[in-house]
């Protein structure tokens, strides 16, 4: 507690936080599914003490893709769209 009695406001998650706990989820449970998965991840983030309040789905996905398509992370889930990614 601060001062004057108000709690502190959690932090506000950024990229690389979200990234990490992708991995964390990915790595506790390598065979989640799809439409469990941005739920679980934002369970991690408050775990960790983060707020999640304006965290989005979409968010998520784009993350994990970006962390794919550099390499970052394999795609555990199979929702990466490879023949859309070649062209490019």
């Known amino acids: 507690m ?18 990490n706990a992708i991995m964390n989820v990915l790595s506790k ?12 991840v934002k369970a991690e983030l408050e775990r960790e003490g983060f707020y999640i309040g304006l965290v989005s789905t ?19 889930l199979g929702v990466v769209n490879y023949e859309e990614w070649i062209e490019e």
């Open 2 to 19: 601060t001062r004057r009695g108000k709690r502190r406001k959690k932090p506000y998650p950024h990229n690389s936080d979200i990234i």
């Open 29 to 40: 449970e390598p065979f989640i599914r799809p439409i469990d998965f941005p739920d679980k």
């Open 58 to 76: 979409r968010r998520i996905w784009r993350l994990y893709e970006e962390a794919v398509r550099r390499g970052i992370l394999y795609d555990y």
